[in-house]
């Protein structure tokens, strides 16, 4: 089975553009949730979606958006990019849309912006 | 606003000896806590979780306590092995949403 997929791998960009992250889930698997991890830091809840709704959202301004599809694939978007916004985003899906369910994160997309 | 603190930084120690890392939450609705291991440049992987109605949890060599009265838990790992070096994030989630929040990560060396 494969675990939890994030496209790109890895991302350059400047300031003031925007930004499309990819997350497909663990096969059955109807929650994803979004999170930035900042070097050297823990990662920081964005972002949670299921069943194509948004069931919880972290304290990043409106410029961070995300969307899930009928095949509970998601996408992040980041618009009008700063330095700041400058790490790894991690993707985790889940099967059940309560806490408690456990996570399984992807690998992430490291996103630089220059 | 939750917030979980973690310490130590930093942990080194010898093979085989036993490494604690303590994390206290803030939100006192938390009821569910997992342990994830990152390796460098890789995913975090869950190696342990605790529920509130649990006090302690183990699984080989690692285990799980938690306290509710006092909004703390530890990890503790016994007989430690290089391969177990890596940062090591605790975490708490409440009811509802799957929203988690971390703490600021251990790094732990386990020398030879």
């Known amino acids: 089975d494969a675990g939890v997929t994030q496209s790109p791998t890895h991302l350059i960009k400047t300031r003031g553009q925007h930004v499309t992250l990819r997350c497909s889930p663990i096969?059955?698997?109807?929650?994803v949730s979004w999170y930035q991890q900042v070097l050297g830091q823990g990662p920081q809840f964005i972002f949670q979606?299921?069943?194509?709704?948004?069931?919880g959202r972290g304290n990043f301004p409106d410029r961070f958006s995300a969307r899930q599809f009928p095949n509970y694939s998601s996408e992040l978007n980041v618009n009008a990019l700063l330095l700041g916004d400058s790490a790894l985003y991690l993707c985790?899906?889940?099967?059940?849309?309560?806490?408690?369910?456990?996570?399984?994160f992807g690998p992430g997309t490291r996103l630089t912006v220059l | 606003g939750e917030n979980v603190e973690q310490h130590p930084s930093t942990l080194s120690v010898q093979e085989g000896d036993s490494a604690v890392i303590k994390c206290t939450y803030s939100?006192?609705?938390?009821?569910?806590f997992p342990w994830y291991k990152q390796e460098l440049g890789k995913r975090p992987q869950l190696i342990i979780d605790?529920?509130?109605?649990?006090g302690e949890k183990k699984d080989q060599r690692i285990a799980v306590t938690l306290n509710k009265t006092a909004k703390h838990f530890s990890l503790h790992i016994t007989e430690t092995q290089p391969e177990d070096s890596a940062v090591y994030f605790c975490?708490?989630?409440?009811?509802?949403?799957?929203?988690?929040?971390f703490g600021t990560g251990t790094r732990l060396l386990v020398s030879p």
């Open positions: 985790a899906s889940s099967f059940g849309k309560a806490s408690g369910n456990e996570q399984f």
């Open positions: 096969s059955g698997h109807k929650s």
């Open positions: 979606y299921y069943e194509k709704e948004e069931r």
């Open positions: 939100d006192s609705a938390s009821n569910y």
């Open positions: 605790i529920r509130s109605n649990v």
């Open positions: 975490a708490a989630s409440s009811r509802g949403f799957q929203k988690l929040v």
